[in-house]
């Protein structure tokens, strides 16, 4: 039965589980963020799970590495350890694409990049077993453990890595979306019994699991381009509850166990999670340490639904969150809604209404719900598939429902649109758009068509540049018919595998012809784990058919890329 205690902090000093009157935690969780409690914040979102059922949990957050001090502050949990290198993998965090150490860490007090170690995961991990012998298992979670849980390509090394859960010698690893594989697992440690079979984790077995398939070796991807390509179309292929199987791979004499992922939550589930109390806010213990600037951003935002069907190519979404959109129901948003407009903080102003894609909102096919993502096609690319009932009339009437709320000034849309995706609505995409134009955008909509040339569009997943251009016309428009001065924002993405200098030149004369403009968000590719682009990076081809792949690996070209683009490169 999920409960709502009364909101305070999950403990993270010993004073607090005094003031508790508790001996001993059931769970301890590590990461590498602050504490923030925060439903966009894994794992305070997870820990608040947790305490919802009655357990009791504590968190250590960017423990010093080099003593113990941290670490041992709330003693042994009574069930289980949970590690996450936090709400970014700590390689992203810590480096930029061109491997230069990052200053700044929008999830540390302060600002300063100082408190997050280089792989994380396996950092913490190593930690806990130096001054804990023999303890309770560690368990390894989050986006870091989850995009690395099969033996995957890491830039940083620029070489082919085994799973993290060998490499951190950790016990367990959930992956995806975890509560409801930590709600079973910490059940089973409860009660004694064998987590092994339930679905979302990883362990580590002396042979193979019988009728599970059995991916390449890792010793076989490091060594051979065409079996990383053939084992990353098997465990892509196997993600989605309705339609995956189990995955079992070799590293050296022991075996990586990949249990198939629990079904996703149901909308109901989705609104008990985020109907779950929290402070949004960064512990004191945190905040006194400096400003943490992840709070700018989500403390008064409202997550909307989860997963993403658009599968672009260099992003891992599809692989942690899931191909399939889930949506949480209007009256949890409202009643989410109603309680921020209580905090005395809260000035009116919703900061976004949040996903993934923010227009993927209330619409799914019905054959993926029913059977599992497609094998052979994708939603959104080459273009819409005819399966995908597109309709954003819920969005709409949800977005009409929240800014109607008494206290409500604004509710801004900050997150991504799918522009292709209002274009292809012809019942009420255009309402859409205005309804968004009106009402929703402060002063700039992001869009991302990330290039406009076909070969680099291809390798990406991207449409073309025609819809682009239609919306664009539209966008202002509606912009116009409001009596608003409102901008786009264009994302580009400089270097990504298939992208050459005389590409980066034509977007560039793409850009001032049909634009007017040199885009300033422009970033450079950064391969990252689990993703086809990443793929594209290490193999130099494409996955699909087999072809080679321009793809620039100097540091000093990729920086030529983006300076062609924003206006800092010669032509």
């Not at 799973?163 to 697992?185: C, P, Q």
């Not at 990883?202 to 076989?220: D, F, I, N, T, W």
Request: charged share 25%; glycine share 8%.
């Amino acid at each position: 039965m999920w409960q709502n205690p009364a909101v305070m902090f999950l403990p993270t000093t010993r004073q607090e589980l005094e003031d508790r009157g508790w001996d001993q935690l059931d769970v301890v969780l590590v990461t590498g963020d602050a504490y923030i409690d925060s439903p966009f914040v894994g794992v305070a979102l997870i820990g608040r799970v947790l305490e919802g059922v009655g357990y009791r949990v504590g968190i250590i957050a960017q423990p010093d590495i080099h003593s113990a001090e941290d670490i041992m502050r709330l003693g042994e949990p009574a069930l289980f350890w949970g590690v996450s290198g936090g709400s970014i993998d700590s390689m992203v965090a810590n480096y930029t694409a061109l491997k230069k150490p990052r200053r700044s860490d929008d999830y540390t007090p302060g600002g300063r990049n100082d408190r997050r170690p280089d792989r994380a995961t396996i950092v913490y991990t190593n930690l806990i077993r130096r001054y804990f012998k023999d303890t309770q298992p560690i368990v390894l979670g989050g986006v870091e453990a989850s995009l690395r849980r099969v033996a995957h390509y890491d830039y940083w090394d620029d070489a082919i890595r085994r799973s993290v859960l060998l490499d951190a010698k950790a016990d367990y690893l959930i992956h995806g979306m975890a509560e409801r594989t930590v709600l079973n697992f910490v059940d089973a440690m409860r009660f004694g019994e064998d987590p092994r079979r339930l679905g979302g984790l990883c362990y580590v077995a002396g042979s193979l699991k019988r009728g599970y398939l059995e991916l390449p070796s890792y010793e076989e991807v490091a060594a051979e381009t065409s079996k990383f390509i053939e084992m990353f179309h098997t465990f892509y292929r196997n993600n989605d509850p309705r339609s995956a199987q189990g995955l079992t791979q070799r590293h050296g004499d022991r075996y990586l166990i990949q249990n198939p992922p629990t079904p996703y939550l149901t909308q109901q589930e989705l609104d008990r999670v985020y109907g779950l109390d929290f402070e949004r806010d960064a512990h004191p213990y945190y905040a006194e340490q400096g400003p943490i600037r992840a709070l700018e951003t989500i403390r008064f935002a409202v997550s909307s639904h989860r997963g993403c069907y658009g599968e672009c190519n260099f992003c891992a979404i599809g692989v942690h969150e899931g191909r399939t959109v889930r949506w949480r129901s209007p009256d949890s948003m409202e009643a989410e809604v109603r309680a921020l407009t209580l905090r005395p903080d809260f000035k009116g102003i919703i900061q976004d209404v949040s996903a993934p894609t923010v227009n993927m909102y209330g619409f799914e096919c019905a054959r993926k719900l029913r059977e599992g993502a497609c094998e052979d096609r994708r939603c959104l690319y080459p273009e819409v598939c005819p399966g995908l009932p597109v309709d954003h009339r819920e969005h709409i009437d949800l977005l009409r429902r929240l800014r109607r709320i008494p206290g409500v000034r604004k509710v801004f849309l900050s997150s991504g649109l799918r522009h292709d995706l209002v274009l292809h609505d012809d019942a009420h995409g255009e309402a859409y758009l205005e309804e968004v134009v009106r009402n929703h955008v402060s002063g700039q909509m992001k869009v991302a068509p990330e290039h406009v040339e076909p070969r680099v569009l291809r390798a990406m997943g991207k449409p073309g540049p025609e819809p682009l251009l239609e919306f664009r016309q539209r966008f202002f428009d509606a912009t116009q018919r409001a009596g608003l001065q409102q901008y786009l924002t264009y994302y580009i993405i400089a270097a990504h595998p298939g992208c050459t200098e005389g590409d980066m030149r034509r977007m560039r004369e793409f850009a001032v012809r049909e634009l007017g403009m040199l885009p300033e968000q422009v970033q450079i590719f950064t391969p990252t784990p689990s993703t086809y682009a990443s793929l594209m990076y290490h193999t130099e081809m494409d996955p699909f058919n087999g072809e080679r792949l321009f793809v620039e690996k100097g540091l000093k070209g990729k920086r030529r890329q983006k300076e062609l683009l924003t206006g800092r490169g010669s032509l």
